[in-house]
């Protein structure tokens, strides 16, 4: 069966950087375009970052601003997010989810496996 | 970016009871409108995609409709196991990929 297993997060100061990592089992990574998403504590869902399965795209939200990139090992099977200059409010729990539609910006993606989360706490 | 809005924020409802939850895009999305559920604690689920397709292994309680920019998910006699947080995502005006904020189903 899918798993989707995240790891990284932690307790960070201000200004500090993370580098979570998901590692996938139980389908063909390198067919599925990935993605990150994000809750802040108490609240809604938040998307992060794309990456396509050929590493051909990525995309990033605009709270992003050039802080976070996203990249691939398809040979490790493992999706990164590397977080630069952390904020207060980048606190959350961040998940790693597959995209289950093969084509990017085809209206059909949709995130149909989800990782059990990574929790990020940015503090002083 | 398109805004989506869910209405109610929260609701009870008893089991066995019909509930409905509403999802409302700020553009028109065609039927690019997919649901979720998440219960305390864990990952969200995907339910519904494009709208009224049932994702594999979902219950036939679960069904989805809409298309525009009006969008409604609806639990036919609801189970315990039903009580949980449901999120719409639309996926037409991409990226980003935006969800609504949340409707909290609660046990009366």
């Known amino acids: 069966q899918v798993q989707l297993v995240e790891s990284g997060g932690g307790v960070v100061q201000p200004g500090n950087s993370l580098r979570l990592s998901c590692v996938a089992s139980?389908?063909?990574?390198?067919?599925?375009?990935m993605h990150w998403v994000r809750q802040s504590p108490g609240k809604g869902l938040e998307w992060v970052a794309v990456?396509?399965?050929?590493?051909?795209?990525?995309y990033y939200a605009d709270f992003v601003k050039g802080r976070f990139t996203i990249s691939r090992a398809n040979s490790k099977n493992t999706l990164y997010l590397q977080l630069n200059d952390l904020r207060a409010d980048d606190t959350g729990m961040y998940y790693c989810?597959?995209?289950?539609?093969?084509?990017?910006?085809?209206?059909?993606?949709?995130?149909?496996?989800w990782g059990e989360g990574t929790l990020v706490t940015v503090a002083s | 970016d398109v805004q989506m809005t869910q209405s109610p924020s929260s609701l009870s409802a008893s089991v066995g009871d019909r509930v409905t939850i509403t999802c409302r895009s700020s553009q028109r999305i065609s039927t690019y409108l997919n649901w979720y559920q998440q219960k305390p604690g864990k990952a969200p689920k995907l339910l519904i995609y494009?709208?009224?397709t049932l994702q594999g292994g979902v219950p036939s309680r679960f069904s989805g409709s809409g298309s525009g920019t009006d969008f409604a998910l609806t639990i036919s006699n609801l189970e315990p196991e039903d009580f949980a947080t449901y999120y719409c995502?639309?996926?037409?005006?991409?990226?980003?990929?935006?969800f609504g904020q949340g409707t909290k189903v609660e046990i009366k």
């Open positions: 995502q639309q996926s037409y005006s991409t990226p980003p990929w935006t």
């Open positions: 990456i396509w399965s050929d590493v051909s795209y990525k």
């Open positions: 494009a709208a009224s």
């Open positions: 989810v597959r995209d289950g539609y093969d084509l990017i910006l085809a209206g059909l993606n949709r995130f149909d496996h």
């Open positions: 139980g389908f063909t990574f390198s067919s599925y375009g």
